[in-house]
């Protein structure tokens, strides 16, 4: 478990680099990125290299005993780039062309471009890929990140139409695929065809999916161009790229499947006031980030790196960027940092070292002040790299979960794309609800792709596989897991239609049940059974030859049963999801304990941890501490049973 720092050397005299370095050793600080951004100083003008600066600044570092994560600067080409290629600038869905004096302003499918950044990688590679304190590179800074996957430009069109006329056989092919008969949307050649956006009111759902598959694949090809050159010249090295937490809008797993590791970025403060936390919520975790947060993203990503996951950036205190930038309790920088070597985590690095004091994230906290002296996340990174040392020789690796939650992709958008209404109904906010449960429950979740291997798990969870998907219905029918699907699973063709078979499509393989309608309810609407349980924001109407397990006043049934395989057809609040989710923990002999809303435990290896998210003291019980098998001779590796808000506790299983 190493810590890390993200660090600019260009933005600081040269003569406070070694202080710097040092400083980072007191720290406990053994990696360093850095580089990601400086592209303006290592090519000031076309082709005229400017490479001896960042060498004297990795080597200073290296002098200090540190290790380097170098990035390619591709995020922020300089405006002499811009000016040469115009044509690189993303296009915004208002055909508005993306400005220079930010970042992210670069169009994917600009070829131009792709081969701007072939050279300046290579040229990176090439003088810096044998550098011993290189041990990973970074592939520009998080994809997707202030809204730039999609881009609209004539660029993009073009590689979209050759795209569709790869993928389809003939134009008539893809005439009935998107079912354009509908409103005389028919084409006859592929450069007909143009972006699903300027529409007078919504584009077809059909050609909305396309295009967003069509630039996840964009950008996995762009990553990996980055990724061959710089196995070609910088061997041995891990290649990892930093994801953004809560980012759906490209695929995942498919990008990361060219990395050695899937990092990414965690700041638990900005998402829960930004990214759909309920009200109540952000009131109680305001200071700490909600409580599954984190863990919902390391799960992810740990099965995006296939076993290895980093993080990259750690919130260190307020951040800039979200509706509103608390400061953390004191203690959450520590949490976070352990959180996340408990659910796998090989590095944990935070963002960044000394908060700048010019341009635009001159409000973003730092570990250190402006003025080089430690802010709070200093100390608590230090106590962190402290505490690391009184767990060494304890197993921690990561076994896997009884439990799958599968996470979709193209389903999210699937889903995303077309709902009646039912501006409730967010189909990540619901996945993560259906997580959050289950870690309240006590017990290790994996989160993996529909994909994925599936053997071995108890209980297999389908929350947003809203693609008829013939292939995983296979594997579900050969597993011998419990598998429950939410709503909407099977919902849609690969072309965003209504299965011919109706709802859950192909997968009526495994329960006999159709979808016959749907609604979405309001925000004050919540339904419930006669066995009490309640729903919000969506519920199906089934029809079956046998009876739900529970019945709705108006005779709609809730939950249909075939032996292992379960269909709940509505979103069960938070209540019923928990007793929904237990019976099946109970019918598959998976052990749990109900750890209430704050407190969370996490396993890795023989390692146990214990952290408290809550607003008020807890102290762990016996029966908490024997489910998780401390034993009173090995005791409490870190902490002790009563855990103040924001603290910690570690303990060796038996
Ligand atoms: C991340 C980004 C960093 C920095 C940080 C601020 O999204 O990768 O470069 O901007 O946010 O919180």
Same mark, same amino acid.
Not at 586 to 594: A, G, K, S
């Given at each position: 478990?190493?810590?890390?720092?993200?660090?600019?050397?260009?933005?600081?005299?040269?003569?406070?680099?070694?202080?710097?370095?040092?400083?980072?050793?007191?720290?406990?600080?053994?990696?360093?990125?850095?580089?990601?951004?400086?592209?303006?100083?290592?090519?000031?003008?076309?082709?005229?290299?400017?490479?001896?600066?960042?060498?004297?600044?990795?080597?200073?570092?290296?002098?200090?005993?540190?290790?380097?994560?170098?990035?390619?600067?591709?995020?922020?080409?300089?405006?002499?780039?811009?000016?040469?290629?115009?044509?690189?600038?993303?296009?915004?869905?208002?055909?508005?062309?993306?400005?220079?004096?930010?970042?992210?302003?670069?169009?994917?499918?600009?070829?131009?471009?792709?081969?701007?950044?072939?050279?300046?990688?290579?040229?990176?590679?090439?003088?810096?890929?044998?550098? %011993?304190?290189?041990?990973?590179?970074?592939?520009?800074?998080?994809?997707?990140?202030?809204?730039?996957?999609?881009?609209?430009?004539?660029?993009?069109?073009?590689?979209?139409?050759?795209?569709?006329?790869?993928?389809?056989?003939?134009?008539?092919?893809?005439?009935?695929?998107?079912?354009?008969?509908?409103?005389?949307?028919?084409?006859?050649?592929?450069?007909?065809?143009?972006?699903?956006?300027?529409?007078?009111?919504?584009?077809?759902?059909?050609?909305?999916?396309?295009?967003?598959?069509?630039?996840?694949?964009?950008?996995?090809?762009?990553?990996?161009?980055?990724?061959?050159?710089?196995?070609?010249?910088?061997?041995?090295?891990?290649?990892?790229?930093?994801?953004?937490?809560?980012?759906?809008?490209?695929?995942?797993?498919?990008?990361?499947?060219?990395?050695?590791?899937?990092?990414?970025?965690?700041?638990?403060?900005?998402?829960?006031?930004?990214?759909?936390?309920?009200?109540?919520?952000?009131?109680?975790?305001?200071?700490?980030?909600?409580?599954?947060?984190?863990?919902?993203?390391?799960?992810?990503?740990?099965?995006?790196?296939?076993?290895?996951?980093?993080?990259?950036?750690?919130?260190?205190?307020?951040?800039?960027?979200?509706?509103?930038?608390?400061?953390?309790?004191?203690?959450?920088?520590?949490?976070?940092?352990?959180?996340?070597?408990?659910?796998?985590?090989?590095?944990?690095?935070?963002?960044?070292?000394?908060?700048?004091?010019?341009?635009?994230?001159?409000?973003?906290?730092?570990?250190?002040? %402006?003025?080089?002296?430690?802010?709070?996340?200093?100390?608590?990174?230090?106590?962190?790299?402290?505490?690391?040392?009184?767990?060494?020789?304890?197993?921690?690796?990561?076994?896997?979960?009884?439990?799958?939650?599968?996470?979709?992709?193209?389903?999210?958008?699937?889903?995303?794309?077309?709902?009646?209404?039912?501006?409730?109904?967010?189909?990540?906010?619901?996945?993560?609800?259906?997580?959050?449960?289950?870690?309240?429950?006590?017990?290790?979740?994996?989160?993996?792709?529909?994909?994925?291997?599936?053997?071995?798990?108890?209980?297999?969870?389908?929350?947003?596989?809203?693609?008829?998907?013939?292939?995983?219905?296979?594997?579900?029918?050969?597993?011998?897991?419990?598998?429950?699907?939410?709503?909407?699973?099977?919902?849609?063709?690969?072309?965003?239609?209504?299965?011919?078979?109706?709802?859950?499509?192909?997968?009526?393989?495994?329960?006999?049940?159709?979808?016959?309608?749907?609604?979405?309810? %309001?925000?004050?609407?919540?339904?419930?059974?006669?066995?009490?349980?309640?729903?919000?924001?969506?519920?199906?109407?089934?029809?079956?030859?046998?009876?739900?397990?529970?019945?709705?006043?108006?005779?709609?049934?809730?939950?249909?049963?075939?032996?292992?395989?379960?269909?709940?057809?509505?979103?069960?609040?938070?209540?019923?999801?928990?007793?929904?989710?237990?019976?099946?923990?109970?019918?598959?002999?998976? %052990?749990?304990?109900?750890?209430?809303?704050?407190?969370?435990?996490?396993?890795?290896?023989?390692?146990?941890?214990?952290?408290?998210?809550?607003?008020?003291?807890?102290?762990?019980?016996?029966?908490?501490?024997?489910?998780?098998?401390?034993?009173?001779?090995?005791?409490?590796?870190?902490?002790?049973?009563?855990?103040?808000?924001?603290?910690?506790?570690?303990?060796?299983?038996?």
């Amino acid at each position: 478990m190493k810590i890390g720092v993200c660090y600019y050397p260009e933005h600081w005299p040269e003569s406070r680099w070694a202080l710097d370095a040092k400083h980072m050793t007191d720290l406990g600080i053994s990696m360093v990125r850095v580089g990601e951004f400086a592209w303006s100083r290592l090519e000031p003008a076309a082709g005229y290299y400017q490479f001896d600066w960042l060498q004297r600044a990795i080597d200073t570092l290296h002098n200090a005993g540190l290790k380097v994560i170098l990035g390619t600067p591709t995020a922020t080409p300089p405006a002499w780039l811009i000016k040469n290629n115009p044509d690189m600038l993303a296009v915004d869905e208002h055909g508005q062309m993306r400005g220079f004096g930010s970042r992210r302003h670069y169009c994917f499918s600009s070829e131009p471009y792709r081969r701007e950044c072939e050279r300046i990688v290579t040229a990176l590679a090439k003088h810096f890929g044998e550098h %011993p304190a290189i041990c990973a590179w970074q592939t520009d800074n998080e994809y997707g990140c202030h809204d730039t996957t999609i881009s609209y430009s004539e660029s993009a069109l073009a590689a979209f139409q050759h795209w569709c006329s790869t993928k389809y056989n003939g134009i008539e092919a893809l005439n009935l695929a998107w079912g354009n008969v509908f409103w005389s949307m028919e084409y006859k050649t592929f450069e007909e065809i143009g972006v699903p956006v300027g529409t007078v009111t919504e584009s077809n759902p059909a050609h909305r999916l396309a295009y967003w598959r069509f630039s996840s694949e964009q950008i996995k090809t762009f990553n990996k161009l980055q990724v061959d050159i710089l196995r070609q010249h910088s061997p041995g090295r891990d290649i990892v790229h930093n994801f953004m937490g809560n980012f759906i809008d490209f695929d995942h797993f498919d990008v990361a499947d060219d990395l050695d590791v899937a990092s990414w970025d965690n700041y638990p403060l900005g998402f829960l006031t930004r990214d759909g936390t309920d009200a109540s919520d952000q009131q109680t975790y305001l200071r700490t980030g909600h409580p599954d947060s984190s863990s919902f993203h390391h799960d992810l990503y740990r099965s995006c790196g296939k076993g290895r996951m980093w993080l990259m950036e750690q919130q260190p205190g307020p951040v800039n960027w979200a509706p509103f930038n608390p400061s953390p309790l004191p203690g959450m920088v520590r949490l976070w940092g352990w959180e996340a070597f408990a659910h796998g985590a090989e590095v944990v690095s935070y963002f960044r070292y000394r908060q700048a004091p010019f341009a635009q994230e001159q409000m973003h906290a730092g570990l250190c002040l %402006p003025d080089g002296i430690d802010d709070d996340a200093a100390r608590e990174v230090k106590t962190l790299g402290e505490e690391i040392k009184l767990l060494a020789g304890i197993d921690t690796n990561m076994q896997q979960a009884s439990i799958a939650l599968l996470f979709d992709y193209a389903g999210d958008q699937a889903a995303r794309i077309q709902q009646p209404g039912g501006q409730n109904y967010d189909p990540l906010v619901f996945t993560q609800r259906i997580y959050s449960v289950l870690r309240q429950l006590g017990v290790s979740v994996d989160l993996v792709s529909s994909a994925a291997k599936l053997d071995n798990y108890k209980l297999i969870v389908m929350s947003n596989c809203t693609v008829s998907d013939t292939a995983l219905s296979n594997k579900l029918a050969k597993c011998d897991a419990q598998v429950i699907m939410f709503p909407r699973t099977g919902s849609k063709t690969a072309e965003c239609s209504i299965p011919d078979q109706l709802p859950p499509g192909v997968f009526q393989n495994l329960i006999d049940i159709k979808v016959t309608r749907v609604e979405t309810l %309001p925000n004050a609407i919540r339904m419930t059974t006669n066995n009490q349980a309640t729903v919000v924001d969506w519920r199906e109407r089934i029809e079956a030859n046998f009876p739900a397990e529970d019945v709705f006043d108006d005779g709609w049934g809730f939950h249909y049963r075939n032996s292992r395989i379960h269909y709940i057809n509505a979103c069960p609040d938070r209540q019923t999801l928990l007793a929904l989710l237990a019976a099946r923990l109970d019918e598959c002999n998976i %052990p749990y304990v109900d750890l209430g809303p704050g407190l969370r435990v996490a396993v890795r290896g023989k390692l146990a941890m214990a952290f408290n998210y809550g607003p008020n003291p807890v102290t762990l019980s016996d029966h908490l501490l024997k489910h998780y098998g401390f034993s009173e001779k090995t005791g409490f590796s870190l902490g002790q049973p009563a855990l103040k808000p924001a603290d910690i506790g570690a303990w060796r299983t038996n």
